[in-house]
């Protein structure tokens, strides 16, 4: 893989979000419907240790390709069961909070891992995240060491952040969602475009940990809206809900590198991190202020 080309490496990337967006919303309905929420689990474990087996004896690029695909799958069936399970259990009152502990704890083994991934490649030879920075020339434990920057920030900031978000909407009202996932969506723009020009390992881990921060102000009351909905509707759909949450991400997860890998190629590293990255969010921005700005301006017309 060291040898291969931005344009294999999105499509593994890409095979990643193929295989959750399959599972993500049949996991949810299957959940539901037999009333259990450890099926789809234990065959999302299943489908981790599979993918870990594949990768392990992989030696060509379909093998990488193949090992991608059932983590995605394994990701489908285990992370929309174990969010609509906090959601099962908790009043909405509580729930921002709930769901940033959740984030909290998987931060811990992204923390975790893929260091220990890193030094074992650097030791024995076996993979780990080896690629990331390889304009940087960095070892594949220092890479692993972003990786343990993004994940402290999450461990550290999840619970505070999802406090914070509770205890704004209850004082302020429900609006108060949109101007904290709007100024989360201002820092990100921020820090890729940072990222875009860095020059050096200490400047992206720099960036690394603003960057981290920045999505926990989004993803916390996005999660927790969420799980308000669905709670608010009085149905037995919560893991469905859920599967669709997190098939819309695994649809991004699967078009976006291809799209991000082709741009690196004709445009560059910076021009790509910078414009596209940016107009993004500039792009989600306009989204969430969609629904405020048409309240504003049917008010002025029927008032």
Known sequence: ???????????????????????????????????????????????????????????KLHHVLLYRLINGLASGLNYPIATATVGDVYPHKLLGLQMALVNTFAN????????????????????????????????????????VLNGSVAIALSAPI????????RLYGENMRIYVELAGIALIAGAVTLLGFGSSF??????????????????????SSFGDFVNSLGLNSMAQSYGLYNSFWSLSSTIAPPIATALYTQIGYKATVSGFLAGLCAASAMVILSQPTWLVIRRLIFR
């Open 108 to 147: 811990v083994g992204y923390t975790v891992g893929p260091v220990l991934g890193g030094c074992l490649y650097d030791s024995v030879g076996i993979r780990g995240v080896s690629i990331v920075l390889n304009r940087f020339n960095a070892s594949a434990s220092k890479t692993g060491l972003l990786f």
């Open 1 to 59: 893989m060291e040898l291969a080309s931005e344009s294999t490496l999105g499509l593994v990337a890409m095979m990643f979000g193929i295989g959750s967006f399959i599972t993500s919303i049949t996991s949810g309905i299957v959940s539901d419907h037999v009333h259990s929420r450890k099926l789809p689990m234990l065959a999302g474990a299943l489908c981790y240790a599979l993918s870990g087996i594949t990768l392990f004896f992989s030696k």
């Open 202 to 223: 200490h400047m992206v881990a720099g960036t690394e940990l603003w960057f981290a921060a920045s999505l926990l102000i989004v993803n916390v009351p996005v999660m």
């Open 162 to 169: 999802g406090w914070f978000v509770d205890r704004q909407i």
